[in-house]
């Protein structure tokens, strides 16, 4: 994992003054931003790092198109993307 995301996913998970007014944030059927998503080499051992942690998966592992994905469970009920382009 980068140092760059792994400053920004430990700063989100700790952020908590926002709060969330959509009562179906972690909805990813609705129309509009519903997550983030971020890039990454190795996504076998980022979700191991963040598991760890504690971070919570929403999914399993899968391949679409190609890429690798899973989503998280992140901050504030936002859904987190991670993909590992092929």
Partial sequence: M???L???LSRAWRYSSCTSTAADIARLDRIGFNHICFAVDDIDRVI???TAAGVRL???M???HDRKLVFLEGPEGITVELAEWK
């Fill in 2 to 4: 980068s140092p760059w």
């Fill in 6 to 8: 792994s400053r920004v």
């Fill in 48 to 50: 191991a790092k963040v």
């Fill in 58 to 60: 929403r999914n399993e």
């Fill in 62 to 64: 899968m391949t679409f």
